[in-house]
């Protein structure tokens, strides 16, 4: 099993930052891909950004340019930090991590964003 426990949400005003932390334990080795996924009142789950285990990363069209993912595998740790934040971004962000040789994704418990204008 694989558990992620996110943590560094919180209210921010527009044009603002944060980062938030995203820590895997358990049978990490699994992982391969992890990412952020954001979900807002009334709307769909969407990817933020992702990023391959070897540091390759993929963002949403929406946050490029302001959010940067990264990794560190030695902490087994994915960072997002999200810079010159909008009121758009506010939403629940979800910690996700992608396992070796398919299966289920394994899902953090959700951290809010709040961005105030």
């Known amino acids: 099993q694989v558990q992620l426990v996110e943590s560094g949400g919180g209210l921010v005003q527009a044009g603002g930052s944060l980062r938030l932390s995203c820590a895997a334990s358990?049978?990490?080795?699994?992982?391969?891909?992890m990412g952020w996924y954001r979900q807002a009142p009334g709307k769909q789950r969407e990817l933020v950004a992702a990023?391959?285990?070897?540091?390759?990363?993929n963002y949403a069209d929406s946050v490029t340019g302001r959010f940067t993912i990264s990794r560190d595998n030695a902490k087994n740790t994915v960072y997002l930090q999200m810079n010159r934040l909008q009121p758009e971004d506010t939403a629940a962000y979800y910690c996700?991590?992608?396992?070796?040789?398919?299966?289920?994704?394994?899902w953090g418990q959700g951290t809010q964003v709040t961005v105030s204008s």
């Open positions: 996700n991590a992608h396992p070796y040789l398919g299966g289920t994704d394994y």
């Open positions: 358990g049978s990490v080795f699994r992982i391969s891909a």
């Open positions: 990023m391959t285990r070897t540091g390759i990363p």
